[in-house]
Structure formats: structure tokens, C-alpha cells
């Protein structure tokens, strides 16, 4: 009975931390990229990757929401990012790697500002974060 009470334990550590962070890999394609362009509709400035939600319309002219993410919060404050950096409300461009399996997933390299500013969060590998 021990044994079984240890087991589900172990069982149930190890699959809550497989759920909480995942490589770049498993994620994001390294050798598709792209761009989408949208209004920002939701910050998450936090670990263990910002993201950002865009409301983009698609070719067909129907409003789909985008997960874009990002470095960790602190790899992004060093770079001199913060929570204020890209807004809710703001229309940008963001350009990077996109999800496998055709996801609505973005892993952002570059931000365009409807100002026309360029902003990078680094030139890192994601996956060695």
C-alpha cells in the first residue's frame, strides 16, 4: 500500500512539471517562420515565458487569436523589456517562429510598434533557456 501511495505521488510530481514548461522544440518550429500583425488583447508578463494574445485578422477576414511568447520575464528585463513594452491595445507586428502543427503560435524574434519602432527581446536560442 506504501509502495502504491509513492508511486501516484512520483506519478503525479513528475507529470505536473512536464505540464508547467515545455522545450521550444515541442513547440515551435525552428525552420518555419512568419509574421501576423494585430491588436494586443491580453499581457501575460510572467514566467516562465511572456506572452502576448492578438486578436489578427485572417485571410479569409475572420477575427482569430494568436499565443505569442517570449523569454522569461527576467531574460527580458536585462534587455531592458518590461511589462509595459508592448500594451494592451496596441496594434503590432511581430515576426519569429511559428507553432508546429499549424498552431496559432508565434515565438517572437522582432516587434514592429505601429510607430514603426523595431524592438528584439535577445538573439538567444530560446531553448537554452
Not at 518550429?29 to 510572467?46: M, N, P, Q, R, W
Not at 502576448?52 to 505569442?68: H, P, R, S, T
Request: charged share 20%; hydrophobic share 40%; glycine share 8%.
Amino acid at each position: 500500500m506504501a509502495r502504491a501511495l509513492i508511486l501516484l505521488s512520483c506519478l503525479g510530481f513528475l507529470s505536473s512539471g512536464a505540464n508547467a514548461h515545455h522545450s521550444f522544440a515541442a513547440e515551435f518550429d525552428y525552420d518555419a517562420t512568419g509574421s501576423i500583425t494585430g491588436e494586443v488583447i491580453e499581457v501575460l508578463f510572467v514566467n516562465p515565458h511572456a506572452r502576448y494574445f492578438l486578436a489578427v485578422i485572417d485571410a479569409d477576414g475572420n477575427e482569430v487569436i494568436w499565443d505569442a511568447q517570449t523569454r522569461s520575464t527576467s531574460a527580458l528585463t536585462r534587455v531592458g523589456w518590461t511589462k509595459d513594452t508592448i500594451q494592451l491595445g496596441e496594434t503590432v507586428t511581430l515576426e519569429g517562429n511559428l507553432g508546429r502543427d499549424n498552431t496559432r503560435k508565434l515565438w517572437i524574434r522582432e516587434v514592429t510598434k505601429a510607430d514603426g519602432s523595431v524592438i528584439h527581446p535577445v538573439d538567444e536560442e530560446p531553448a537554452s533557456e
